[in-house]
T-cell receptor
Framework: AQSVTQPDIHITVSEGASLELRCNYS??????LFWYVQSPGQGLQLLLK??????LVQGIKGFEAEFKRSQSSFNLRKPSVHWSDAAEYFC????????????FGTGTRLKVLA | DAGVIQSPRHEVTEMGQEVTLRCKPI?????LFWYRQTMMRGLELLIYFNNNVPIDDSGMPEDRFSAKMPNASFSTLKIQPSEPRDSAVYFC????????????????FGPGTRLTVL
């Protein structure tokens, strides 16, 4: 069955520290992969996406993610976290053909300590 | 571009009342998705349309829920009768679907409608 797993429900980091949020997927077809961020009371905003090509993708707000096919992972990273990065982060996958449904992970809530 | 527009932003109603949520997708997008988000269940896909046709409504919780897309620029999600367990944030998202372009398949989300059923 198709699935996306975000193993960390909550993560707390200090401002200025590095961040890595994990995402693993199970998908039979060639995946399109996404990371979205949701600030409190807001909708979801796209951070970055991977369709093909370079497996290291750059996004907005200084985020990047690396697609590792062998590990079925698409982890999100940021070298230095800012207090404004506190939010919930969702990983999602969809297929390159056929249905356009997204499969979302359960989200990781990031807390940033001053 | 105005983005995906949802109305109302907040809705408070009493159990048993009919609730209608509205969504205007981004112009040129041909797929529209309705999601529900709760603390307990996270983000759930309720239904999605492609070219105004419902493709998959397997996420619609029960017959009290219905959705329509009469044209490419408007969709509604209706709950009748509403129940307290329907309280959630409902998101609409749209995208332009296809193969072979990196701009396809990225879903754009509206700000959501926070529904409270008393």
């Amino acid at each position: 069955a198709q699935s996306v797993t975000q193993p960390d429900i909550h993560i707390t980091v200090s401002e200025g520290a590095s961040l890595e949020l994990r995402c693993n997927y199970s998908y039979g077809a060639t995946p399109y992969l996404f990371w979205y961020v949701q600030s409190p009371g807001q909708g979801l905003q796209l951070l970055l996406k991977y369709f093909s090509g370079d497996t290291l993708v750059q996004g907005i707000k200084g985020f990047e993610a690396e697609f590792k096919r062998s590990q079925s992972s698409f982890n999100l990273r940021k070298p230095s976290v800012h207090w404004s990065d506190a939010a919930e982060y969702f990983c999602a996958v969809t297929t390159t053909s056929g249905t356009y449904k997204y499969i979302f992970g359960t989200g990781t809530r990031l807390k940033v300590l001053a | 571009d105005a983005g995906v527009i949802q109305s109302p932003r907040h809705e408070v109603t009493e159990m048993g009342q009919e609730v209608t949520l509205r969504c205007k997708p981004i112009s040129g997008h041909n797929s529209l998705f309705w999601y529900r988000q709760t603390m307990m269940r996270g983000l759930e896909l309720l239904i999605y349309f492609n070219n105004n046709v419902p493709i998959d409504d397997s996420g619609m919780p029960e017959d009290r829920f219905s959705a329509k897309m009469p044209n490419a620029s408007f969709s509604t999600l209706k709950i009748q009768p509403s129940e307290p367990r329907d309280s959630a944030v409902y998101f609409c998202a749209s995208t332009r679907t296809g193969v072979g372009s990196s701009s396809y398949n990225e879903q754009f989300f509206g700000p959501g409608t926070r529904l409270t059923v008393l």
